[in-house]
């Protein structure tokens, strides 16, 4: 626990805790021990439920080739592919199911490092950085693939497909988890504006160059090569950017100066 002192001026002064290399690497290797055993636990309770989590994730891939009038049938090609495949389902899922305590042995590892003012930030880190993420794979499973699915079948439409279901787990991951991480910006930000390395007027002065930015960045990853798919990724890029600038605003260290004086004038 931080220690208060009481400061010659009157004021209550906070110090914390000194923590030698040797505790910190200690403390580390018992919150990654947390975190694995979490995983190993998380990952039993989903492998009973793989098939239906591979039914979730195929759906959109059926409705596209059902849509074209096409077989509404993956394949593979080696005998332990699907038994790899739920593997890495069960695994993942666990890892999602489990990341609110991933989340908190993070927390409790950066914790001793904060202030008691900072430490409030724990419950809507958490659940921001939940909700963010969440929503951002929602947005890629119900609007971004689909779109994406829905163009490249239809331009190859005058083929037979024979979509693998390795292949598809992988560009699925990629879209979706490449979007839950995306929609972790204003968190990002929080961060880099709480430590005061980035503020809201930089982030407004260079806006134009971040438009640019997420454009290009949009154009890399979205995995069809037509301008509307581009822009239903750099869309929400945008609108976060926006949503970070406030977070930033409210969070960096000459805002909260600004508050504490108007709350204690001299």
């Known amino acids: ?22 505790d910190h690497l200690e403390e580390l290797r018992r919150r990654i021990v947390y975190c694995i055993i979490s995983v190993i636990v998380g990952f039993f309770a989903c492998w009973g439920y793989r098939e239906q989590i591979y039914g979730i994730m195929q759906r959109p891939i059926m409705t596209a080739l059902k849509a074209h009038g096409m077989a509404e049938k993956l394949v593979y090609l080696n005998p332990t592919e699907p038994f790899n495949l739920y593997l890495k389902i069960a695994a993942l899922a666990g890892i999602f199911l489990t990341s609110p305590f991933i989340l908190y042995q993070v927390w409790m590892f950066i914790s001793p490092g904060l202030y008691r003012n900072e430490k409030r930030y724990v419950m809507p880190f958490m659940a921001s950085t939940i909700a963010l993420f969440a929503a951002g794979g929602y947005f890629g499973y119900r609007i971004v693939y689909p779109a994406a699915l829905d163009f490249l079948i239809g331009f190859g439409q005058q083929f037979q497909p024979m979509i693998t279901i390795g292949e598809y787990t992988q560009l699925f991951l990629s879209i979706i988890l490449g979007m839950g991480v995306i929609f972790e910006m204003p968190v990002l930000i929080f961060f880099l504006a709480l430590m005061g390395i980035v503020s809201a007027g930089f982030m407004w002065k260079n806006f134009r160059y971040a438009i640019l930015a997420i454009f290009v960045l949009a154009a890399i990853i979205t995995p069809t090569p037509d301008v509307l798919n581009m822009c239903i990724f750099a869309a929400p890029m945008v609108g976060l950017y926006l949503v970070s600038i406030l977070v930033a605003w409210a969070v960096h260290p000459k805002q909260r100066a600004k508050r504490k004086e108007r709350q204690n004038p001299a």
């Open 1 to 22: 626990m931080p220690e208060v002192l009481e400061a010659s001026t009157g004021e209550r002064e906070e110090r914390l805790p000194a923590m030698g290399f040797l």
